[in-house]
C-alpha cells in the first residue's frame, strides 16, 4: 500500500518541467528578472539533460535491437505488445520501459532511472548471468500474475562495459488461476486402518462389535465432515477416504486429530482404539495415488502405527506416532518366517550376517543366534563387522574363543571377496542402507533378508526378500530368539550363544526396565533354560575404571533443557559404548525424562539418545537425519561441529512439542 502511494504521487517527466516553467514564470512576473532568468535557464539546463539522457537510452535500445533483431524496422513500426524493460545488470536499473510495462507495473516515467527492485520485489538478475532465461518465480503486480523471460546482452559505445537485459513479463493470469485450481483439486486418496481391531473386538459378541463398529464409523465420519470426502468402509477395520487437496491441509492443521479422538472408543474391557492412516497424493491418475495411499499405510505400521503417512511422488512425511509401540506380531508370524528364513538358507552357498556401523551388544547377539540356526543348517556364515570400533568388544571375544566361530567374524573386504551371486545377507538391528556396516556389501548381494525391531526409516532398504521388522519388540535379538524356538533345538544353541543374544535384550531394555512384553521375557527364559546365566551376562557389561571415570564425566557435564531433556555436548571424542552409558546414566537423573549425549569424531558429530518413553527420541532425531525407536535412537552429522548440532537438536526438541 506504501508504494502504490508513493507511485501516484510520483510526478512525470513533463510535470516536472511545466511547474519549473510555471516557478519561472510567476517569478517574471513579481518583477524578479534576475531570479527568474536563472530559473528558466536551470529549467533549460536541465531539459538538455534529460534529452541526453533519453537519447542515450534510445541509443543503447537501438544498438540492442539491432544486435538482437533481422529487422529493425519491424521492431520500431510494430513495437512490442507486451510489457517489456531495459535494465543495467550490474545495478537493476531501468534505462528504458515501453508504456506497457509502465501500466503493468503501475508506474510513470521518470527523469531519474528506478531499480527494478522497487517495482519487483525481490527481483534478483542473477539467473540472467548464470545464463538463464527464463524467472523461475512468480511475478505478481496489481492483481495480475506474469512469467518474465529475458537475456543479456552488451552495447555497444561508450557504455560497452556495461551488462544490458531486456526483460518481458506475459501475464499469464488466467493460466495461472486454471493451472493452481487444478492443484487445488487434485484428488487424494487415503486409508485409515484401526490397527487393533482384533484385541478390541476379541471374545465379544455380535451386538457389542456392531456397537464398537458404530462408534469407530462416527469418529471418522466426523472427522472428515468438513472436507466434503467421500467415506467408504472396504473391509471390517479399512476405510477408504478420497477428497481434494486442497483440504488436506486442513486435516494437517488439525493434526490429524482422528489419532487421538480414536482413542475415546473403548471396548467393554477397557482397551483403546487406535489407527494409522496413509494418504497418497500427487500421482498420475487414481490407481497410482492409491498405491502411494498403500505405501503410506504400510510404513505407518512398520513405523508402529498410531500415525499418518503422506506418501508423494518423492518423499514420505510423518505426523503422530508418538505413543508406545504396541506388540503386534504373533506366534503364527515368528513360525511361517522362521520357516522361510530356513528355506532361503538351504538355498544359499554362504551367509552373511551385518549389523549396524559401531555394532553393539544387540547387534552382535542377533548375528551369533543366525549363526546358530546357519551351523545347524549346515551353511556356512560370516558375522560382518569392525571388531575395532565395535561396542560390544566383550561379546566378541567371548564368542571368537570358540572354535565353531574360528572363521566367522570378518570385515566389509573380506567378505566382498567371499560372497557370490548365490550368498544371502541378513541384516540385522538397521533398516536404513546408510547405517549397514558395509553398504558396498548390501549393493552386491542381490538377496537381502531383514530383522530389525527399530521404527522403518523413509529411506529404508528396498531389495528385501524376507522382513521382521517389527517396532514393537524389544530388541533385535528377542526376534531371532523367536525364530530359533521355531527354527531350531535348544541343544542347538551354545551357552556362549545364548549368552550373545540375553546381553543384546538385556542392552536395549536396560536390564528389563524399558520396552518390555511378554515376548521379552519369553524369549529370556529360553535362554536362561539352554545356558544363559544372568550373572555371567552382566559381567560382559562391566567397563574398567578409565571408561567409568569417562562415562561419569559426561553426566557431570550435562545440562537441563526444557521439557526434562538433559543434554551433554562434549567438546572431545569419546567411544560410542561410552555415550550411550553415559545418556543412560543420566535416564536415573530425577526430573528427567530423555538424554542427550553429543560427541565429535573427526567432521562427524555423533549423537545418543535415550528415553524413559515420555517423549519419543527416534522422531525428535529423525528431524536431524537419525533414527532408532521410542527409547533409543541416534544420530551421525557430517560437516557441522558441536555447536551447530546442538543449537540443531534445541530446535527439533522445540519443534516436536510444539507440533
Known amino acids: 500500500m506504501e508504494k502504490k502511494l508513493l507511485r501516484f504521487f510520483e510526478p512525470s517527466v513533463t510535470l516536472l518541467f511545466i511547474v519549473m516553467l510555471l516557478f519561472a514564470a510567476m517569478t517574471f512576473l513579481a518583477d524578479m528578472l534576475t531570479l527568474a532568468a536563472i530559473e528558466a535557464g536551470v529549467a533549460l539546463v536541465l531539459f538538455i539533460i534529460y534529452l541526453i539522457i533519453t537519447q542515450r537510452k534510445r541509443t543503447e535500445l537501438r544498438n540492442y535491437i539491432l544486435a538482437t533483431t533481422n529487422s529493425r524496422d519491424n521492431a520500431y513500426a510494430n513495437g512490442v505488445p507486451f510489457p517489456m524493460a531495459v535494465v543495467r545488470v550490474d545495478t537493476d536499473e531501468i534505462i528504458w520501459a515501453n508504456p506497457e510495462f509502465h501500466a503493468a507495473a503501475g508506474i510513470r516515467e521518470s527523469l531519474f532511472n528506478r531499480k527494478i527492485s522497487d ?92 456397537i464398537l463398529d458404530a462408534e469407530l464409523n462416527t ?37 490429524f486429530s482422528l489419532l487421538e479422538s480414536i482413542r475415546t472408543v473403548l471396548n467393554p474391557t477397557g482397551v483403546a482404539a487406535t489407527v494409522s492412516i496413509g494418504f497418497g497424493k500427487e500421482g498420475a491418475d487414481f490407481e497410482e495415488s492409491n498405491a502411494f495411499a498403500v505405501l503410506a499405510l504400510e510404513m505407518a505400521l512398520s ?46 552357498d554362504s551367509v552373511f550376517i551385518m549389523g549396524h556401523t559401531n555394532a553393539d551388544g544387540d547387534s552382535v547377539g542377533a548375528a551369533a543366534g543366525l549363526c546358530c540356526l546357519c551351523r545347524k543348517l549346515e551353511t556356512p556364515a560370516h558375522i560382518v563387522l569392525n571388531r575395532k570400533t565395535t561396542a560390544a568388544a566383550n561379546q566378541v571375544d567371548l564368542l571368537a574363543g570358540l572354535p565353531a566361530y574360528a572363521d566367522v567374524f570378518c570385515d566389509a573386504d573380506e567378505a566382498m571377496l567371499l560372497s ?78 545364548a549368552k550373545a543374544l540375553l546381553s543384546g535384550i538385556m542392552l536395549d531394555t536396560k536390564n528389563f526396565s524399558l520396552r518390555t512384553s511378554s515376548g521379552t521375557f519369553e524369549a529370556a527364559a529360553f535362554l536362561r533354560r539352554v545356558g544363559a546365566d544372568p550373572t555371567d551376562v552382566k559381567k560382559l557389561f562391566q567397563n574398567d575404571l578409565p571408561t567409568t571415570i569417562a562415562r561419569y564425566r559426561i553426566v557431570q557435564n550435562a545440562k537441563l533443557y526444557e521439557h526434562g531433556m538433559a543434554i551433554a555436548a562434549l567438546d572431545y571424542a569419546t567411544t560410542r559404548a561410552t555415550a550411550a552409558q553415559a545418556a543412560d546414566e543420566l535416564l536415573n537423573v530425577s526430573g528427567v525424562s530423555a538424554s542427550f549425549v553429543l560427541y565429535p569424531d573427526g567432521d562427524t558429530v555423533y549423537i545418543s539418545a535415550r528415553s524413559l518413553g515420555e517423549a519419543n527420541v527416534q522422531m525428535i532425531l529423525e528431524a536431524l537425519g537419525g533414527g532408532g525407536n521410542a527409547a533409543t535412537a541416534g544420530a551421525q552429522i557430517a560437516g557441522k561441529d558441536v555447536g551447530a548440532v546442538l543449537n540443531d537438536l534445541k530446535a527439533a526438541i522445540d519443534h516436536y512439542y510444539e507440533t
Do not use: C
Open 303 to 348: 513405523r508402529g502405527g498410531d500415525q499418518a503417512v503422506i506418501k508423494d511422488r518423492y518423499n514420505f512425511t510423518f505426523f503422530g506416532g508418538r505413543a508406545k509401540e504396541a506388540e503386534r506380531h504373533t506366534k503364527v508370524k515368528s513360525r511361517v518366517l522362521a520357516g522361510s528364513l530356513t528355506e532361503l538358507i538351504q538355498q544359499s
Open 219 to 255: 469418529k471418522i465420519m466426523s472427522w472428515v465432515s468438513d472436507v466434503h470426502a467421500m467415506v467408504k468402509k472396504i473391509e471390517r477395520n479399512r476405510y477408504l477416504i478420497v477428497f481434494e487437496a486442497h483440504d488436506l491441509a486442513r486435516l494437517e492443521a488439525g493434526k
Open 119 to 210: 517495482v519487483i520485489e525481490d527481483f534478483s538478475s542473477l539467473w540472467l548471468v548464470d545464463g538463464k532465461t527464463e524467472y523461475t518465480k512468480e511475478i505478481m503486480l496489481y492483481g495480475r500474475r506474469y512469467k518474465m523471460f529475458g537475456n543479456l546482452f552488451r552495447p555497444a559505445g561508450q557504455n560497452a562495459g556495461h551488462l544490458l537485459a531486456s526483460i518481458y513479463l506475459f501475464d499469464q493470469t488466467e493460466e495461472f488461476d486454471v493451472r493452481d485450481e487444478y492443484i487445488r483439486s487434485r484428488p487424494i486418496v487415503g486409508l485409515v486402518l484401526i490397527d487393533n481391531y482384533d484385541e478390541l473386538t476379541n471374545n465379544l459378541p455380535a451386538g457389542s462389535i456392531s
Open 420 to 497: 557370490d551371486a548365490q550368498s544371502l545377507l541378513i541384516v540385522v538391528d538397521t533398516n536404513r542402507p546408510d547405517q549397514v556396516e558395509s553398504k558396498p556389501l548390501l549393493e552386491a548381494i542381490p538377496r537381502v533378508a531383514l530383522i530389525d525391531h527399530h521404527r522403518k526409516a523413509a529411506d529404508s532398504i528396498e531389495q528385501i526378500v524376507l522382513s521382521l521388522h517389527e517396532p514393537g519388540a524389544s530388541s533385535a535379538s528377542e526376534l531371532v530368539t523367536e525364530l530359533l524356538q521355531y527354527a531350531a533345538d535348544p541343544t542347538d544353541l551354545m551357552p556362549e550363544e
